[in-house]
């Protein structure tokens, strides 16, 4: 199962509907003030587009574009107090592992990055959440593509990476058993530490880079800038 949340953070236009024009998606989830962008933007290019989940508090879109999607039999709303524990982007997780219960599950995100750092840092936590559960979550942003890898293999093409750049960031206080063949700077059973950059702004060179990480835990980051 697929399923996008739209969160409310700043959306790059043409990746996210670029996004929505090249997959297909069981659940679509608009968070709060990210349905301006759904009614302004995705309503302009793609009329025909549909979403199914709306999420928050509701604090931060219009009346008049709420009232558009408020009330169609068609849309679930999951409205919530404005003082509340956990964000709105962290309650869209929380539904897309509902909705996705029993099967293989990828959660895409976008408008998960924005100025502040706090907002930021806590989605990018949320990958941790999604992985933990046995899905796979990726944020896509204006430059940036990010997943969390966990003892696992990736393979990048090398004509569908999202930029020039891919770096891996620990999460885990340790990596060990890295090793990442077809880049410019290739890795051979590597140990790297919480705060080291060994991995930082690799390039792939060959037709696909691979990257495993035989015990740890890390982001993957393909950056265009």
Avoid at 94 to 99: E, G, P, S, Y
Avoid at 138 to 158: F, H, S
Avoid at 183 to 210: H, P
């Amino acid at each position: 199962m697929k399923i996008l949340i739209i969160t409310g953070g700043r959306i790059d236009h043409d990746s996210a509907l670029r996004l929505l024009k090249e997959e297909t998606f069981d659940h679509i989830i608009v968070v709060d003030g990210s349905l301006a962008f759904w009614d302004e933007v995705v309503m302009k290019e793609m009329p025909e587009a549909e979403f199914d989940q709306l999420v928050g508090d509701f604090d931060t879109i219009s009346p008049e574009i709420l009232d558009k999607y408020i009330n169609r039999a068609d849309i679930t709303v999951h409205r919530f107090n404005p003082v509340k524990d956990n964000t709105d982007t962290d309650i869209a997780v929380r539904l897309a592992l509902q909705l996705g219960e029993g099967g293989p599950l990828t959660v895409y995100l976008i408008g998960a990055f924005g100025t502040r750092v706090d907002h930021t840092l806590s989605t990018l936590q949320l990958l941790v959440r999604l992985k933990n559960a046995g899905a796979e979550g990726i944020i896509i942003g204006a430059k940036n593509r990010v997943r969390l890898l966990r003892d696992e293999t990736a393979v990048l093409q090398k004509k569908k990476q999202y930029g020039r750049y891919v770096s891996l960031i620990p999460v885990s206080e340790k990596l060990t058993g890295l090793h990442m063949t077809g880049f410019k700077y290739e890795v051979d059973g590597a140990e790297e530490t919480l705060g080291d950059s060994l991995c930082v702004s690799n390039e792939i060179t060959a037709e696909r880079g691979e990257i495993t990480i035989g015990k740890g835990t890390a982001f993957l980051i393909e950056s265009a800038d």
